[in-house]
């Protein structure tokens, strides 16, 4: 799903603690955990096999991209340069401490002096209230729209209206000398973690209303935060540039961060081993020897557990799985967990079966359906009379090996139930472009699976598998499901707080998969990294907030 949408680590790899309270305290802009005495300057080479989904700050929603906004972006509030807890604790970055009013309604941001973008223009309320603007527009089709216009959870007043076309204007946010005022219908417990998604960075006022920055050369996407991209060609490549106005306390090291795309995981492989590049890509071949010669978390191989879902969602708006749970069910049953996780080889993650990833707020560890080995006899008796016309419109990736192994698992799998498939290839991202299209004809994608944007589990429940979010593109529902019973209980459960809210999500997390099937989940997933010899690994810093590796606070030897 876009961050969050990710293609797994062997399938192309490149959302900590629980809600916060009601206000967010502290003084000071994110600071860093790493060692301060590091050195600085140099270019940091990183290579891998897929492009952005997209270098818009409004559209960009993927793993790979989210590394660069976090570099890149000024917020309101953000996490911390650190890992562990530390780095899951929002604080006031580019405003001053929240006022929250008492109803819980009214959120009130006094701007940090100081900030500028990258081509000087200083940082003012109304960058952050034009972000929430273009976020909201309805030619803009906002990735993240859905999550602020729910009414049954985050509703900024006037969202709605401009999501429809309405009006240009959104009638909740105001801007006063340099204070942002977000009103919103009714309180919310999520808003300040959501605000901290990239979405509502500071945007300059430069960038088009309606229309997708797609090509960047110079300052065509100023930026205010340490880093800015300085040019951005699909299919090829981004670089950040140090934004040399940027007077924060956050790191950065580097000067330059230069994001190759090559054309085999193979070919990042042999450029990280040669120390021609900083970070590269592994295949899942290679894992087993990466991990012996240079150890796990030693050095030059990193493992971290990230709060992320694998999955292949199947259709349930139309053809051979609408109206169809059973057929549905008869997959899950029968999908070969592990020999679909060991394609991306060692220590690539966990087999699971249920949306909410082991470990995350609310999550129960109990499964729906087998991890060890399939069961086929369940799944041929839930199959028999449900396999239609026998034939399924299957979706995939063709750019990695461990993709294209899937494939072949889920055509042995899907003939042992009796149905054959007419498959279709895209590179990387492309697949989620297209299947995000309301009225995608394919039966079953093989889209990667989803990491969260923060750490709720209306992140993953509410946003993949509530119909009233599906809209016309740029969808992360890719099961189109559309189910009144499931509906009401998310919305239900999104209204809930603390200890009841977990318990309701976690139960209901259980019986969607249990009653309703809509996406065949594999595992959860770790981050694997090499690194060149150049990079100095007191300087590695994890973001589990990211599930990625802090780009800004990154030193070379």
């Known amino acids: 799903m876009r961050k969050r949408l990710w293609l797994s680590v062997g399938m192309l790899a490149a959302g900590a603690s629980l809600l916060v309270a009601a206000s967010v305290a502290g003084s000071a802009s994110s600071g860093t955990a790493a060692p301060t005495k590091l050195k600085t300057g140099g270019t940091f080479k990183w ?18 991209s989210w590394a660069f906004e976090y570099a890149t972006s000024l917020k309101l ?27 819980g309604k009214v959120y009130t941001f006094r701007i940090r002096p100081g900030f500028r973008f990258s081509d000087g223009s200083k940082v003012t309320a109304r960058n952050y209230a034009y972000a929430i603007t273009r976020q909201l527009n309805k030619d803009q089709q906002g990735s993240f729209a859905q999550f602020v216009t729910d009414k049954f959870a985050t509703n ?17 946010v105001s801007v006063k ?21 990239p979405f509502f960075q500071a945007i300059h006022t430069k960038l088009p209303l309606g229309k997708e920055v797609v090509t960047v050369s110079g300052n065509d996407l100023p930026s205010a935060g340490p880093y800015y991209v300085s040019s951005r060609t699909p299919r090829r490549g981004v670089v950040l540039s140090r934004n040399k106005f940027y007077k924060g ?64 969602a199947m259709n349930t708006a139309s053809g051979l799985f609408k109206n169809n749970v059973q057929l549905r069910k008869a997959f ?34 109990r499964q729906v359906y087998p991890l060890a080995r399939p069961n086929l006899t369940q799944a041929k008796k839930l199959a028999k009379g449900h396999t239609r016309n026998g034939k399924a419109n299957y979706w995939y990736t063709s750019d990695s090996p461990a993709s294209v192994n899937s494939l072949e698992i889920d055509r042995q799998t899907l003939k042992a139930l009796g149905i054959s ?20 004809d394919y039966d079953i994608a093989q889209v990667g699976g989803w990491c969260q944007d923060y750490p709720d589990p209306y992140d993953f429940l509410n946003v993949l598998l509530d119909g009233s979010g599906i809209q ?65 690994p007191k300087s590695l810093t994890y973001l589990g907030v990211y599930n990625d590796w802090d780009l800004a606070a990154i030193a070379l030897k």
Not at 332 to 350: D, E, M, V
Not at 421 to 440: H, M, N, P, Q, S
Request: aromatic share 8%; net charge positive; hydrophobic share 35%.
């Open 177 to 197: 000398g340099n204070t942002l005022t977000v009103r919103l219908v009714n309180p919310s417990g999520q808003f300040l973690t959501q605000l901290a998604t």
């Open 421 to 440: 498939l007419e498959t279709k290839a895209f590179r990387g991202f492309d697949i989620y472009d297209a299947a995000g299209v309301r009225g995608a």
């Open 332 to 365: 899950s049953y029968a999908i070969n967990r592990k020999a679909q996780l060991a394609q991306s080889g060692p220590y690539a993650g966990t087999v699971w079966s249920h949306l909410l990833p082991k470990g995350f707020p609310g999550s129960l560890n």
């Open 77 to 103: 509030v953000n996490y911390p340069d650190a890992s562990g807890a530390k780095g899951s604790r929002l604080v006031p970055e580019g405003s001053l401490p929240v006022k929250i009013s008492r109803n």
């Open 249 to 312: 306390k956050r790191p950065h090291r580097v000067s330059e961060i230069n994001y190759s795309i090559v054309g085999t995981v193979q070919t990042g492989f042999n450029l990280v081993t040669a120390n021609q590049i900083d970070r590269g890509t592994i295949p899942p071949a290679e894992v087993a020897g990466v991990a012996k010669q240079y150890g796990v978390n030693k050095g030059r191989f990193q493992v971290r557990p990230r709060a992320c879902t694998q999955y292949t």
């Open 156 to 172: 900024i007043v006037g969202g709605a209206a401009a999501t429809s076309g309405k009006t240009n204007k959104v009638s909740g």
């Open 47 to 64: 290579s891998s096999t897929t492009d952005v989904d997209h270098i818009d700050p409004s559209l960009a929603y993927g793993t790979l």
């Open 472 to 536: 016309s593109e740029n969808n992360v529902n890719l099961a189109y499901l559309n189910n009144g019973s499931v509906n009401k209980k998310l919305r239900a459960a999104a209204k809930l707080v603390g200890k009841k809210r977990l318990d309701a999500y976690g139960k209901l997390d259980i019986n969607i998969f249990k009653t309703v099937a809509p996406l065949a989940v594999i595992s959860t997933s770790n981050t694997r990294s090499l690194f060149s010899n150049r990079v100095n």
